[in-house]
């Protein structure tokens, strides 16, 4: 910034569309922070940003004048970020049901989480998928219920897989 400038404001933006004054327009607006002239020149969002593609403008006003200014947009990009911080079973003899839940952590909005199971041969004998809700920052679970064919035989090794994007997380599991 110029000498004779000082920020005032930053505006975080989910399209680089602006006004002809240079702001974003309202319904774009992610997030917005308000610096006071003695305020460090640093700033987080008020709550966490989902993965995507975002832009920034800074307000500033001329410190004589009053004057408003706005930078150009700025592009910048929150990479996905998935894991798999968990994986219970429980196996149901009497039903020949084997119930999964998996835990996980994600900064996509709509991730797609997604279970199978495998012969240790790797012959897939079931799989499932469902695009889950996130909220931002937080521990989610996803359960999935695997009723098993009578040609699998109680007792039998099979692989369980779990995936929510690039993350994984694999198991050993017994046939109920």
């Known amino acids: 910034m110029p000498t ?11 399209k680089p569309d602006t006004t002809p004054d240079g702001g974003f327009y309202t319904e774009n607006v992610v997030d917005i922070g ?8 640093e700033w987080s969002p008020t709550s966490g940003l989902y993965a995507g593609h975002y832009w920034w403008v800074v307000e500033s006003y ?10 150009a947009p700025i592009d910048f990009t929150i990479p996905a970020a998935n894991s798999v911080v ?18 996980w952590r994600s900064n996509v909005r709509q991730p797609v989480v997604q279970t199978s199971l ?8 079931w799989s499932a998928r469902r695009r889950e809700y996130n909220s931002l920052g937080s521990t989610e679970s996803s359960s999935f219920d695997w009723r098993v064919p009578r040609r699998v035989r109680a007792g039998t090794r099979l692989r ?3 995936r929510i994007g690039g993350a994984s997380l694999s198991r050993v599991v017994r046939a109920p």
């Open 118 to 125: 495998s012969t240790p041969a790797g012959r897939r004998l």
């Open 160 to 162: 369980l897989v779990v």
């Open 4 to 14: 004779n400038e000082r920020s005032q404001a930053i505006y975080i933006a989910s």
């Open 62 to 71: 001329d410190i004589d004048t009053y004057q408003s200014y706005r930078s």
């Open 86 to 103: 968990g994986l219970r079973t429980h196996s149901y003899h009497y039903l020949r049901l084997l119930s999964i839940e998996a835990r």
């Open 34 to 41: 308000v610096f006071y002239p003695n305020d460090p020149r």
